[in-house]
């Protein structure tokens, strides 16, 4: 079966919205999904945009407002919308502000999970991480979540230890798992 990822595009955009209205959100720590229906409804053009765009600024559960880091979006795509990853990062280092939980993120929706597809995606993305020189990647989880765990150890991921975040709310507890990126 085909798997690959995407940069969102408007022929995908159908199959994301609905994805979204099926009860799915790209976001772990919060449901976006009626905020990104909006948005699609408004202007399909101007989300997509916006969701690509790398200069701007995003607030903060807090509400303070930070400058946003350069970004890589894709969809995970078997003919049909399963999921989303991103890859935040500052040029020129593997380092990455303290606001910033982790470089990766990802969500696959429930439908389409225990596919292997959350493990194809983020090995596709370390090797895009790998072309913009990082030499690590930082990923959090809930300590809870086995499935992401086995995901990120699949991949290469050694746990680094659980901390609170501060963007989390009510300072929950994260795993803070490493991936070193060999040339």
């Known amino acids: 079966m085909f798997f690959g990822l995407a940069e ?18 790209p976001s772990n720590t919060s449901d976006v999904s009626a905020e990104h229906l909006a948005a699609i409804a408004a202007d399909p053009e101007a989300f997509l ?17 930070v400058d946003k880091l350069p970004s890589i979006v894709r969809w995970m795509w078997d003919g049909d919308f399963c999921g ?16 910033v ?17 959350a493990s194809k995606a983020l090995r596709q993305v370390l090797d895009e991480a790998r072309e913009l020189g990082l030499t690590e990647v930082t990923i959090t989880t809930q300590p809870d979540n086995l499935a992401s765990r086995t995901v990120i150890q699949r991949n290469g991921g050694v746990c680094a230890g659980t901390w609170s975040h501060p963007t989390m709310d009510g300072g929950a507890k994260l795993e803070r798992w490493v991936v070193q990126l060999a040339a």
């Not at 916006?50 to 995003?58: D, H, I, V, Y």
């Not at 989303?84 to 606001?99: E, K, V």
């Not at 939980?101 to 225990?114: E, M």
């Open 8 to 25: 969102p595009q408007a022929a995908m955009l159908d199959a994301y919205a609905d994805a979204l209205r099926r009860g799915w959100s």
């Open 101 to 117: 939980s982790g470089h990766i993120g990802y969500a696959v929706v429930p439908w389409k999970r225990n596919h292997g597809y």
């Open 49 to 65: 945009a916006k969701l690509l765009e790398q200069t701007g600024t995003f607030a903060l559960p807090d509400g303070t407002v």
């Open 84 to 99: 989303a990853i991103s890859l935040r990062y500052q040029p020129g280092t593997s380092q990455l502000p303290p606001l």
